[in-house]
Structures are given as C-alpha cells and as structure tokens.
C-alpha cells in the first residue's frame, strides 16, 4: 500500500505539466513496466467489489415475549448479526403489554383509576394509536378492551366458569374502545373497570418494531416469523423467488391428510387466526363484542395480507370474531386487503374463500397462495 502511495505521488507530480495525450502515453509506459503490479491491484479491487456485492444470509432464533418463538432471517454484505439487539426489543415490548408482569405498564394502566396515566415506554401509545385505527376500522369488531369479558369465559374472575346472560351483560358495560382516550403523553379512562388487553395485534406490532430496526441498520431483505400467527416479508429470499409462510398445525386441523397451506410472500405482512378443532366453538375466547359471548359461526381460520403486520393481526381477530359474511364484507370494502378464509360448508367439511389479490392452487398434497398482479384501469 505504501508502494502504491508513492508511486500516485510521483505519478501526480510528472503528470501535472502534461497533455491529455501525453498523460494516456505515460500510463501505457507505466502499465508495460509495471505489468504484474497493475494486475494485482485490479485483481484486487474486483474481489472487493464481488465481497461487497454478495449478501450473507443471517438466520436468528429465539424466545421473548413470554415464550414466544421467534425466526427471523435476513441479507446484510457484512454478516452482521442483530439478535442481541432484537432480544432487548421484544423483551421491552413484552415488558410493556404483558397481563402477566404486574409492573407492566399495561397491567398498571388496568389498575389505574380514571385520572391521567403516564408512561415512559416508547410503544405504548403508538401501539394504542394503531388500535384505535383498527378499532374504527373493524366497526368495533377488533376491541382491545375485551379484557373484562375474556376473564369471565375464562373462569379468571371470582371463579365465574360460564357467566349467565345478567353478568354477560354486567361485562359488557366495560368494553368499548372509546372509553380509553391519548395522546402522545398520556392515557385516560373514561369509565372505571375499563381494562385493555393487547394480545390479539401484540406479535403483529413487534414484528413490525423487528422490521423497524433491521431497516434503521440498512436492512432492505427480510423474513421476521413471531410465533405461528405473525410473519413479514420484504424483499426476496433469493433473484425472483418469494419468501415463503407455513401455517400453523392449527390450520393443518382443518385441511386434509399430509397437505400444507403454503403462501409466496414479498414486501406484505401475513397474520393468522384460527379455531382450535379439539375446543369446541362456544369454548372458545374469541369474543364477539357484539353479543359478548364466545364466537359462534362457521369461520374455522383467517389467513390476513396486509400491508404492516400489526393491522393484518386485528383484521384477522375481527374476522375470527364476527364470522364469514363479516370478513367478506371487510375484504370487499379494504383494497389494502387480502385473505383465504376457511371456513366449515353445509356438508360440515373445511371450504375456502379467497379475495381478489389471491389465487390458491390445490392439489392433494399441498394448498399454494399466490398474489395476482393488479393492473391499472384503463381509461
């Protein structure tokens, strides 16, 4: 290097006096005499440039977030891996939302009274805000103040196993969504015994955070899997090919022997809500806040296409929560929107429901989603 240094020196200082014809002449002299010297320097530099052009592939895996699993996959030139840092995320967020944690700041807002409460954690009102986004947007059907009427289906208050309709009722007094108001520096009730509970866009707003903080690193290809019910994808996996979603043994309940649902996802946000097929439906604590009793319709799972991941998992609980002909609806009224619903026919056997941005090829083996290409209207 240092050879190389004076030789640009010199070189500098005998071609200032010359003619561009002059200087082409020089450099031919140079390169005849130092022949095998230029060659090395350009063999070097061509490594350089194919290094910096390769992208490594980084797989991460984990749990955070109360037990969750996580895989998150990615490409960066340097192979710099970011687990450490996507650790202290998720366990921040889990330490914000968790029910379980009594000094989360979520399980100190339900014990809040109806002054101001005060948070210094940097997720809590954005993920509130998002909330009340999808809140409006599913017409209440997606409703993070459900708490109270999940606690009493699931025996968690005075030991209530299955509440009457009286108590039904009692519960539903709570839950509303424009009970709780914010802003940037605080939440409020608006009436005592109102409780938030998160959990149905929780893993869709972390993995959306993950996506955040790959990004801020130069991160541009991803795959960022929490759980079975979330997953984002930007990017591809490899030149034209999809990262690819496998649902869940939830779904495979529901479909037939030995066959998998698989989805080619690109630059989307897939969530996934789903029945249990060994609980029966009136077990289950899917709320329909409308009636406040456990959902009851043939909807048996929602697999959501959204364009950020947090929105695709409250779509997917408000589906879950309403029914079929509710979920159909949404997806005919939202064009930032897709799904495959699956859901049980008249002859009580699992049928499918796609929006217009899906195709499904079925075979006996394997379910394959793919998105259709929308063209522009022509005028």
């Not at 699956?342 to 499918?352: M, R």
Request: some cysteine; glycine content about 6%.
């Amino acid at each position: 290097m240092d050879q190389l240094k004076k030789i640009l020196q010199r070189s500098r200082t005998h071609l200032q006096p010359l003619s561009f014809p002059q200087t082409f002449t020089f450099w031919g002299a140079w390169l005849k005499k130092k022949r095998k010297m230029a060659g090395l320097v350009l063999l070097g530099l061509l490594l350089v440039a194919i290094a910096l052009s390769r992208q490594r592939l980084i797989t991460l895996q984990g749990e955070r977030m109360g037990g969750t699993h996580y895989q998150i996959q990615y490409f960066d030139r340097w192979g710099r891996n970011y687990q450490k840092e996507i650790d202290t995320l998720l366990s921040k967020i889990y330490q914000t939302f968790s029910l379980a944690l009594p000094n989360s700041a979520l399980t100190q807002f339900n014990a809040h009274d109806c002054t101001e409460f005060r948070s210094d954690s940097p997720y809590l009102y954005p993920l509130f805000a998002k909330s009340k986004e999808m809140y409006r947007n599913t017409s209440g059907a997606f409703d993070p103040t459900i708490l109270p009427l999940v606690d009493g289906w699931a025996g968690r208050l005075a030991n209530i196993k299955h509440p009457n309709e009286e108590q039904v009722n009692l519960l539903r007094n709570y839950v509303g969504l424009d009970y709780v108001v914010a802003n940037e520096q605080r939440l409020k009730k608006l009436k005592e015994g109102v409780r938030l509970d998160f959990t149905a866009i929780l893993k869709g707003y972390a993995a959306d955070e993950v996506v955040a903080l790959l990004r801020s690193h130069g991160v541009q290809q991803m795959q960022v899997t929490l759980g079975e019910q979330a997953m984002v994808a930007y990017g591809k996996l490899k030149s034209h090919t999809s990262w690819k979603l496998h649902t869940n043994q939830n779904i495979a309940t529901w479909l037939a022997p030995q066959q998998e649902l698989t989805l080619d996802v690109a630059d989307k946000a897939v969530a996934i809500s789903s029945k249990r097929k060994d609980e029966p439906t009136s077990q289950g604590y899917i709320i329909d806040t409308t009636t406040g009793y456990p959902a009851n319709h043939t909807l048996l799972a929602a697999i959501v296409v959204a364009e950020d991941c947090g929105a695709a998992d409250a779509y997917a609980t408000a589906m879950m929560a309403r029914g079929l002909d509710f979920a159909k609806t949404l997806l005919a009224n939202r064009e930032d929107l897709d799904a495959l619903l699956i859901y049980e026919d008249e002859e009580k056997t699992a049928a499918f429901y796609t929006s217009d941005g899906l195709c499904m090829e079925k075979t006996e083996s394997a379910i394959r989603l793919k998105f259709i290409e929308k063209t522009a209207p022509v005028e």
